[in-house]
């Protein structure tokens, strides 16, 4: 399949991720750089709180509860801030020039350009999936939502036995998916990689070079150089593809400068400044759209955005003291401080997915830092262009003394990559990296965002050295310095498109687009079970339940045939009876616990998809009942290809 066949598909998805967001930033009275900056963010909690009501009104999900919400929020928004007054920005409140925009488009595009190739590179075509434990999962949840119409984060676990809590899971991703799938009518498998190009693609440099407008101020260089380093790094967004793979975490990450931004304009520590009404808007609207996407990118917020929020105190307390202020407003603050303190607490405690410690350190503590400081995390190779460039730029932040607040949080960034990294299972681990697992690939993924923006900082720099030192040179002669720096300016663009495209990005897509490729001894489906689920729609009833051994892949036909099975994730835990079904179908012939099962379930069809099992898991053993069926007379064979086979159950029916 060509990957322009997905085109009008990635079109679509675009315009999911943009319009609803961008005409709430309008509504709010946001323009330019920070309208397209907070887009994508606010769309997602459109989608994600969309998905969340249409439930409790009755309405199956579609494209129609994201207008309703979407224009009802325009509406709301719109009341609230009141954006049709002209005068907006007058007392110390200003827009970005039209050449920030420019800047900002100018980098995003050519980011585009440089993830979309990479992201073709690694995943090979359009309709190929990652072969990988989680996909299973996000695949079926696409089919889930298309048959039950229910996109709701607070039920989407259910699909997998969850209940109560354990039903809770972020969907906002797999919103877009089934939305894609229903607008377009694209396979689910060309609707996640679709969703999956625009997220690292289009949200990701978005937001960070917003983030970068909001740290380093209104600089074209810095933004546009902003994009191209984020185009370059392994942690992200390359590494989310890969590992898991973590398709709605990698959504959060995406957004989550983004949100930075917000929180660092509400703190007033940035040379842009919006009205503060439009500010905490902005901010109470985005938490569904992070929480939704993953709940983690909260922990993320609290953690990064704390050292800025502290900063502004102490910041606000000097200028109390100086102004000589009475004590009740240091209680104020105290107070304030304190109860913020309080709910981060809670929050941080209670976002943690239990105590979970199925991870182990890879390296040690200097080793670690090494790698925060290399842009090399998890054993990748080193991103040298970008770890020196972000030196620089923090050096420079260092010798102004105005940022200190960025390289604090990138430190508390670096901090938890360096505990999760390095030091062994225990109460330190896990209360400060559990939010994430202890997964030290979901911490590393957060380094990408400080060591961007620290390095378009450098370059910016770089840059206006060349400049002046082509001006000094140069004399009398403006024309000619004009014309030679403009050119010196591409040239330094080049070097840095080529320094972070060739080498390290370069040979890790090379080394993991296996994952993506059929036909691999690792891979859960080959060409021929791929052929031989486009034919299962067509041999089996719509109601009936197949059965089969969700480790070799063959629970995946929930996802490309809109068939039932029994386990539509791979840890799923099963009943009684499903277990039954599956330690002892063979014997159905001489078991009637077996049959009543089997007509209990309705399970009327099986697929064997071979011995081929992903991680080759210990549990992927307790399907001994879905063997040698034909051998025992308890099916027969419906329709094969190469090695894939399905199978009808004739015993007790």
Request: hydrophobic fraction near 55%; charged fraction near 10%.
């Amino acid at each position: 399949m060509s990957w322009w066949t997905a085109v009008p598909v990635v079109l679509v998805c675009i315009a999911l991720v943009l319009v609803p967001g961008g005409a709430l930033a309008y509504a709010l009275g946001f323009r330019r750089t920070t309208l397209l900056g907070l887009a994508p963010l606010l769309s997602l909690s459109v989608v994600g709180v969309a998905a969340v009501v249409a439930p409790f009104v009755r309405v199956n999900w579609s494209v129609w509860p994201v207008v309703v919400l979407g224009a009802t929020a325009c509406v709301a928004a719109w009341l609230v801030t009141d954006f049709r007054q002209k005068n907006t920005n007058r007392a110390g409140f200003h827009r970005d020039s039209w050449l920030g925009l420019v800047a900002m488009l100018l980098g995003a595009a050519v980011t585009a350009v440089l993830i979309a190739r990479r992201f073709m590179q690694l995943v090979g075509a359009p309709d190929n999936i990652s072969q990988r434990y989680d996909n299973v999962f996000q695949l079926n949840a696409v089919r889930h939502i298309l048959d039950t119409g229910n996109g709701s984060t607070l039920t989407l676990g259910q699909m997998a036995g969850g209940q109560g809590l354990g039903a809770v899971y972020p969907a906002v991703w797999h919103d877009l998916a089934a939305l894609l799938v229903q607008l377009t009518g694209t396979p689910i498998a060309v609707a996640e990689n679709a969703v999956n190009m625009v997220v690292a693609a289009i949200i990701w440099p978005i937001s960070i070079i917003f983030l970068t407008r909001v740290v380093a101020g209104p600089k074209p260089v810095a933004l546009v150089a902003a994009g191209i380093a984020s185009a370059g790094m392994v942690a992200f967004p390359f590494l989310l593809l890969v590992w898991g793979p973590l398709f709605p975490n990698m959504l959060s990450v995406s957004a989550l400068p983004a949100a930075l931004a917000v929180v660092i304009l509400l703190c007033r520590l940035s040379d842009h400044q919006e009205r503060p009404l439009r500010l905490w808007a902005a901010a109470v609207i985005m938490v569904p759209g992070l929480a939704f996407s993953h709940m983690s990118a909260i922990g993320a917020l609290m953690a990064f955005g704390a050292p800025i929020v502290l900063w502004a105190v102490g910041v606000h307390v000097a200028g109390l003291l100086k102004a000589k202020a009475r004590l009740w407003r240091y209680a104020m603050v105290a107070a304030s401080l304190a109860a913020g303190l309080a709910i981060a607490y809670v929050l941080w405690m209670k976002l943690r997915p239990g105590d979970y410690s199925g991870w182990t350190p890879h390296t040690n503590v200097p080793g670690a830092i090494g790698e925060v400081v290399a842009n090399g995390v998890m054993g990748t190779e080193a991103t040298w262009v970008i770890s020196i460039l972000a030196v620089m730029g923090g050096a420079i932040i260092l010798g102004k003394r105005t940022q200190i607040w960025w390289l604090l949080s990138y430190a508390v960034a670096g901090s938890l990559y360096v505990t999760d990294a390095s030091l062994d299972r225990g109460f330190i681990r896990t209360f400060l990296t559990g939010i994430w697992y202890a997964d030290t690939n979901r911490v590393a993924a957060y380094l990408t965002i400080f060591a961007v923006v620290l390095a378009a900082i450098g370059f910016s720099r770089v840059v206006e050295v060349v400049l002046s030192a082509v001006s000094k040179l140069s004399g009398n002669a403006p024309g000619w310095t004009k014309t030679l720096g403009a050119a010196l300016v591409l040239v330094l663009f080049a070097l840095l498109v080529l320094g972070t495209q060739v080498g390290t990005i370069r040979n890790y897509i090379g080394g993991q687009k296996v994952f993506y490729e059929r036909n691999t001894s690792s891979s859960i489906l080959s060409d021929d079970e791929y052929k031989l689920l486009a034919r299962i729609d067509s041999e089996v009833p719509a109601d009936a339940v197949i059965a089969g051994n969700p480790w070799n892949g063959s629970g995946l036909v929930y996802a490309f045939a809109n068939r039932k099975v029994l386990r539509y994730h791979l840890s799923q835990k099963g009943t009684p009876a499903e277990e039954l079904v599956e330690e002892k179908l063979n014997t159905a012939n001489s078991n009637p616990a077996v049959c009543n099962a089997v007509r209990k379930l309705n399970v009327r069809y099986v697929l064997d998809f071979g011995n081929q099992y992903l991680l080759n898991h210990p549990d992927s053993k307790d399907f001994g009942g879905l063997q040698n069926l034909a051998d025992s007379g308890t099916a027969v064979l419906v329709d094969e290809q190469g090695a894939a086979k399905l199978y009808r159950v004739t015993a007790c029916w």
